[in-house]
T-cell receptor
Framework: KNEVEQSPQNLTAQEGEFITINCSYS?????LHWLQQHPGGGIVSLFM???GKKKHGRLIATINIQEKHSSLHITASHPRDSAVYIC?????????????FGKGTKLSVKP | DVKVTQSSRYLVKRTGEKVFLECVQD?????MFWYRQDPGLGLRLIYF???????EKGDIPEGYSVSREKKERFSLILESASTNQTSMYLC????????????FGDGTRLSIL
């Protein structure tokens, strides 16, 4: 079983829809990282969080430490949000190198 | 903004060649990382470095080596390239010893023929 599971693997939405991507993990963590990868390949850091909720523009990330679960929400989705969204966690007590990645959720937003 | 620059976006090499992938960051970050990304497998850590001349193996170091002679530059070396090393390679950097966001380069898509 993977230590970081994302769902769904693929998601197609219509422009304007509210989108939720889920991340569940089975290890104790120090922090969780949401990343975005566009079709060209480059990866951009969206959020790093260890508790509660963070918001940036139309993106909201939440984490529930007790339930070992995080969600990434996109409000008023737009075709430019089409990308792969990756969840990654730092294993509690692990080194900086011990970042465990999910396999990603591929989002396609249709106009 | 942090800039992580990888030397090539696309690279084609032949089996048995020695291949160098270069990565440079401009924000004086202590930590640098090399990952490979394959369909269905996600990102996997090859090597990372906390400081100049320091390196540590990640999850899949076999067939690779690294060099960090200067703080801003981290090189990945494929000693004798093989077809199973065809992949997307991503470099990242981050600050300090606490958990900080990693900043990624645009990636190098390497094909070994």
């Amino acid at each position: 079983k993977n230590e970081v599971e994302q769902s769904p693997q693929n998601l197609t939405a219509q422009e304007g829809e509210f989108i939720t991507i889920n991340c569940s993990y089975s290890v104790g963590i120090s922090a969780l990282h949401w990343l975005q990868q566009h079709p060209g390949g480059g990866i951009v850091s969206l959020f790093m969080l260890s508790s509660g909720k963070k918001k940036h523009g139309r993106l909201i990330a939440t984490i529930n430490i007790q339930e070992k679960h995080s969600s990434l929400h996109i409000t008023a989705s737009h075709p430019r949000d089409s990308a792969v969204y990756i969840c990654a966690v730092w294993n509690y007590g692990g080194s900086q190198g011990n970042l465990i990645f999910g396999k990603g959720t591929k989002l396609s937003v249709k106009p | 903004d942090v800039k992580v620059t990888q030397s090539s976006r696309y690279l084609v090499k032949r089996t048995g060649e020695k291949v160098f992938l270069e990565c440079v960051q401009d924000m004086d970050h202590e930590n640098m990382f090399w990952y490979r990304q394959d369909p269905g497998l996600g990102l996997r850590l090859i090597y990372f470095s906390y400081d100049v001349k320091m390196k540590e193996k990640g999850d899949i170091p076999e067939g690779y080596s690294v060099s960090r002679e200067k703080k801003e530059r981290f090189s990945l070396i494929l000693e004798s390239a093989s077809t199973n090393q065809t992949s997307m390679y991503l470099c990242a950097s981050s600050r300090g010893r606490s958990y900080q966001p990693q900043h990624f380069g645009d990636g190098t898509r390497l094909s070994i023929l």
